[in-house]
T-cell receptor, first 113, second 115 residues
Framework: AQSVTQLGSHVSVSEGALVLLRCNYS??????LFWYVQYPNQGLQLLLK??????LVKGINGFEAEFKKSETSFHLTKPSAHMSDAAEYFC???????????FGAGTRLFVKA | SAVISQKPSRDICQRGTSLTIQCQVD?????MFWYRQQPGQSLTLIAT?????????ESGFVIDKFPISRPNLTFSTLTVSNMSPEDSSIYLC????????????FGPGTRLTVL
């Protein structure tokens, strides 16, 4: 069975600091991996996705994530945090060829001025 | 990408009543999904709705409680029946995209409070 674990329900960084949001997955087959962002009172928006092409995936708003099979990880990073990055971030996994997506518990990112 | 709207955006309802949530997409899509997001929680898939067929429900969700309609390729409804305070959640619809429909575009959600 597939699962996703996000380490840290809350992460706080200073504006301009590195953002690192951790995600580990469990899947018996090569997975598709996703990061979504949810701003207050809005639906989820796709940040980036991994579909076995390149291990380093670049997304919108300066975010990127690296797929590490040996560590079963797909951590999300951004070199320099901006106040507008404050939101809830969800890591998600689905099986290659499958449409059902499993979402992690989410990590709320706070950005301090 | 698809643009998705939901109605209502929020509602406060009395226990025992039912609420129907509408999801409208600006393009024709094959697969639509309904999720529940309980306060401070992640998303839980309620059901998958394909046009022209019965919705497929996930474990823990039943058609009598969450009937779904999918009359055409741009529209779906989810009804929350005989509501109780435990049904207070955000309900989100999404559409699948990509070769496996697992890249999803979400509506803004419907925030439901049951008193």
């Amino acid at each position: 069975a597939q699962s996703v674990t996000q380490l840290g329900s809350h992460v706080s960084v200073s504006e301009g600091a590195l953002v690192l949001l951790r995600c580990n997955y469990s899947s018996s087959v090569p997975p598709y991996l996703f990061w979504y962002v949810q701003y207050p009172n809005q639906g989820l928006q796709l940040l980036l996705k991994y579909t076995s092409a390149a291990t380093l995936v670049k997304g919108i708003n300066g975010f990127e994530a690296e797929f590490k099979k040996s560590e079963t990880s797909f951590h999300l990073t951004k070199p320099s945090a901006h106040m507008s990055d404050a939101a809830e971030y969800f890591c998600a996994v689905s099986e290659t060829g499958g449409f059902k997506t499993i979402f992690g518990a989410g990590t709320r990112l706070f950005v301090k001025a | 990408s698809a643009v998705i709207s939901q109605k209502p955006s929020r509602d406060i309802c009395q226990r025992g009543t039912s609420l129907t949530i509408q999801c409208q997409v600006d393009s024709q899509v094959t697969m639509m999904f309904w999720y529940r997001q309980q306060p401070g929680q992640s998303l839980t898939l309620i059901a998958t709705a394909n046009q022209g067929s019965e919705a497929t429900y996930e474990s823990g969700f039943v058609i009598d409680k969450f009937p779904i309609s999918r009359p055409n390729l741009t529209f779906s409804t989810l009804t929350v029946s005989n509501m109780s305070p435990e049904d207070s959640s955000i309900y989100l619809c999404s559409v699948g995209s990509g070769s496996s429909y697992n890249e999803q575009f979400f509506g803004p959600g419907t925030r439901l409070t049951v008193l």
